[in-house]
């Protein structure tokens, strides 16, 4: 299908101005054509379009024909135009340069509606139709349609990183290029970024194009859409490309333009996406990854008791807040902790994606008491030094004034007794003789209570010894064998007992004579020279011993002189003297002593 | 042994001349009773507090001041000087159930420590007479002693020495047993092993060092027992299973019963 139909004036030179009509309205766009008609071409300079704002243009069109013989060359410059306010205006002439002569073209004034006077009409004049289909043999520039579309229309999508750390910001931008006129957008592929938290940078609502210079051709470039990725996996990800549809508008000469609907992609993109290192990854990471900042902030450091008080965190930083899992302060229990309110804000600074993030906590002090706030802390991967850093509020301070509230509910452990002691009161003050001493104090100073102590120790040793002097002073000797008779006594019976044993009785008798005699003698003070029956009987009987034991006293010796003179009248055996003797003796110590 | 009537001559000067001196106190302390009825709290506390700067003590004095902060709502203090009362008078009735309801009045509440009844019945008798009751105890058991000792030496009748030995004997040993009682006591009244919390609450390091970690809190009117110094830093335990709940805290939160 060929292109540039046209309605030439064979020959003839001329350089005109064109518009479709003189009226339009106010929202409407106006195309107005220069054409020059066989002549030279130099130095196209458009007039100033006071009034008007240039929508798009100038657009070049060129197109030589040889009809019946006669070659006619024509050259249009299209413009589309939109009137800034409404009234008659004058678009002024062009001028080129021809022949070395300056030629201008014709002014043309212009009726601007109030805007809805006059329903839009875009069609173009009425020998559109004819242009088209008349234009078999218009063969313009030899290019095909989709070919020439493409090169000057076309999608492009930029990213600004290709390797990235999960969670670091990408920026997609896609752009369109085009140098045919457009009149109608459609998207008909919108990405859909699988893999990325995204954010959008800019959405056109409107497509505001700049002149830019791509691949050194000069374009009509737009940003269509430019949005912030934040990769959620690792490993190789895809952008999405971008489809869309245009209906493009081609100026065919004179009045006419043609209109073609144009699809086209972007083609997409792919980035490489690192997992964070896992060396000195901090247990409190929060999964940021750019720039975070930190403040702690309380509304004040003294409170009553039941009086709210607001701790509040604010981050701030680059990268994807929206990462950011809101750090719980540890709290005593004497605090109530109510759920956080959140505030956010998102800003671009550049293409970077950042914010703010406000938690603010309430707090309900039930107990009086100074508090610490135990610090709050938090880390984020650092993209410009590659590292993790650990965020760390300082302690803060609370003192807390005034009655506890919770005692009840704390004080479970009660038991019955103790609910009964609660409704009472305490017991009155002592006012009697308050016996004061002062501290540490004892009965008396230490060394003299020692003292106190072993006194009577020493003095019962001291009596004893007092007593014993006194003895051998009075020369009471006496007194000593009275004091031993006993014991004397006791062992003699022993070696008479040791003679019965071995059946001697001779021995036996004389040793039991001894113990007898020699233990009357000590305890009655009577020299053995001394000692007789008689002596010793008597002084018993003065001593009060019994008269019945003095009989058996008797007895026992005369047995144990006779048995020692004449053994052979002796009819009692050894045992029952001894038995008789040890009886004795043990009566008389009772007795004696 | 004159040396001896000597010395017990000058210990009752002595007395005496303390006798003339605690007139003065006896008023400071009436006007503090005054204050007290007159419901003026803290004229009444630093009536006693006076007192006690003084270095003048006893049970009736820490038993009103006890009453006093009680009254005044200061816990803390209040439950301070009812465990002193009853350290200096274990058998301080109305201090032990003043204490009990102060305890009541705070927050954390301590479960007092059980132990075995053998060592409990112990604990209650030594500590049930103050050091100078098993003192003036002992003394006079080993002065019988000794006049029983002299009937045993100077007798001659078998029966009177053998009784009077025995009896001897037996009265050495009991002075003994009250003599270490009063040692125990005397150690008890003069050390320090426990201390009440004085402060609204304040924090258990983990070591004697402001930037140590917090363990965990204590509150006013906490009774703990003190471990060991350092720098005027105390280690204190708290509640009856020994390590479990230990840690450091500044001295000056304390109050030392």
């Known amino acids: ?593 | 042994m004159r040396k001896w009537l000597l010395h017990i001559l000058l210990m009752l000067a002595c007395v005496n001349a303390r006798a003339e001196e605690t007139v003065d106190l006896v008023g400071i302390y009436n006007t503090a009773n005054e204050a007290f009825a007159a419901k003026n709290y803290p004229a009444a506390i630093e009536g006693y507090e006076q007192l006690l700067s003084i270095g003048k003590i006893s049970p009736a004095v820490y038993f009103n001041l006890g009453n006093a902060y009680f009254r005044a709502g200061n816990m803390g203090m209040s439950i301070l000087n009812y465990e002193r009362a009853l350290k200096m008078d274990p058998e301080h009735v109305d201090a032990a159930f003043n204490l009990k309801l102060a305890n009541l009045r705070i927050n954390d509440r301590v479960e007092p420590t059980s132990q075995f009844i053998l060592i409990s019945w112990y604990q209650s008798l030594v500590h049930g007479r103050s050091a100078s009751g098993w003192g003036i105890w002992a003394l006079s058991a080993i002065w019988l002693a000794l006049a029983i000792g002299t009937v045993y030496i100077f007798s001659n009748k078998l029966v009177v020495r053998r009784l009077s030995f025995t009896l001897m004997a037996l009265l050495v040993v009991s002075s003994l047993v009250l003599l270490l009682f009063a040692k125990v006591q005397y150690q008890y009244e003069n050390n320090t092993q426990a201390a009440i919390i004085t402060v609204t609450n304040t924090y258990v390091k983990a070591a004697p060092d402001q930037t140590s970690t917090d363990l965990f809190i204590l509150r006013e009117g906490t009774k703990v027992t003190l471990l060991e110094t350092q720098d005027g830093w105390q280690k204190v335990s708290v509640g009856d299973n020994e390590g479990d709940k230990v840690g450091w805290v500044r001295e000056d939160v304390l109050g030392l019963i």
């Not at chain 1, 984020?380 to 509230?405: H, I, N, Q, W």
């Not at chain 1, 004397?488 to 004579?513: I, P, S, T």
Request: charged residues 25%.
């Open chain 1, 1 to 593: 299908m060929l292109l540039f139909a046209f309605n030439a004036m064979a020959q003839a030179k001329a350089f005109r101005a064109e518009v479709p009509r003189n009226t339009i309205a106010e929202n409407e766009a106006l195309q107005i054509t220069f054409v020059i008609e066989n002549m030279e071409d130099r130095n196209f300079s458009p007039p100033d379009f006071k009034g008007f704002n240039v929508v798009s243009g100038p657009m070049k069109g060129m197109s030589n024909m040889n009809i019946n013989g006669v070659r006619s060359s024509s050259v249009t410059y299209v413009y589309l135009l939109q009137p800034q306010a409404s009234g008659k205006l004058t678009i002024g002439a062009a001028s080129i340069e021809s022949g070395g002569k300056t030629v201008k073209s014709n002014t043309i004034t212009i009726t601007v509606n109030k805007a809805g006077t006059k329903p839009a009409n875009s069609g173009g004049g009425g020998n559109n139709g004819g242009g088209n289909k008349g234009g078999g043999n218009n063969n313009g520039n030899g290019q095909d349609v989709n070919d020439y579309l493409n090169e000057n229309l076309f999608i492009r999508l930029f990213v600004d990183k290709k390797e990235v750390y999960k969670g670091e910001q990408v920026t997609a931008t896609y752009k369109l290029y085009r140098k045919v006129q457009v009149d109608q957008y459609s998207i008909t592929q919108a990405p859909s970024f699988n893999g990325f938290w995204t954010v959008d940078i800019e959405e056109a609502k409107t497509i505001d194009f700049t002149v830019e210079t791509f691949n050194g051709v000069q374009y009509y470039v737009a940003v269509v859409r430019k949005v912030a990725l934040f990769p959620q996996r690792t490993g190789e990800l895809e952008i999405d490309p971008m489809g869309l549809e245009c209906t493009v508008v081609v100026p065919t000469g004179g009045w006419s333009y043609q209109r073609f609907q144009h699809k086209f992609s972007s083609g997409k993109a792919k980035i490489m996406v690192k997992p964070l290192p896992e060396a000195n990854k901090p247990a409190d990471f929060s999964g940021l990854v750019g720039e975070l900042d930190m403040q702690v902030t309380l509304d004040k450091t003294n409170a009553k008791t039941d009086d709210p008080i607001t701790l509040s965190i604010k981050f701030s930083g680059k990268g994807n807040l929206k990462f950011l899992e809101n750090p719980t302060p540890e709290l005593p229990n004497d605090f109530e902790l109510f759920d956080p309110k959140t505030t956010e804000k998102s800003t671009l600074q550049g293409n970077v994606v950042g914010g703010s993030r406000q938690i603010d906590y309430l707090l309900i002090p039930r107990r009086a008491g100074t508090y610490k706030l135990p610090p709050i802390a938090t880390s984020y991967f650092d993209l410009k030094k590659g590292t993790y850093v650990s965020l760390r509020s300082p302690e803060m301070v609370l003192a807390v004034e005034g009655e506890s509230t919770v005692t009840q509910s704390v004080t479970s452990g009660i038991n019955k007794e103790e609910v009964e002691l609660l409704g009472q009161d305490i017991r009155y003050i002592e006012t009697d003789d308050p016996d004061l001493t002062t501290q540490g104090s004892f009965v008396m100073p230490l060394p003299a209570f020692a003292m106190t102590f072993g006194a009577p120790v020493l003095l019962f040793f001291g009596l004893i010894a007092l007593k014993r002097k006194r003895d051998k002073e009075l020369g009471n000797t006496s007194l000593m064998k009275h004091r031993k008779a006993g014991k004397v006594a006791a062992k003699r019976l022993k070696q008479a007992e040791e003679c019965m044993k071995a059946n001697d009785k001779r021995g036996f008798y004389n040793e039991l004579l001894k113990a007898t005699w020699g233990y009357l003698s000590d305890k009655l003070g009577i020299p053995p020279s001394d000692m007789n029956k008689d002596a010793a009987i008597s002084a018993l009987r003065s001593r009060k011993v019994d008269e019945a034991q003095l009989a058996v006293l008797a007895a026992m010796l005369d047995t144990a002189e006779m048995a020692l003179y004449a053994p052979s009248t002796i009819n009692e055996s050894l045992q029952q003297t001894y038995e008789k003797a040890t009886r004795i003796i043990d009566q008389l110590e009772n007795s004696l002593s």
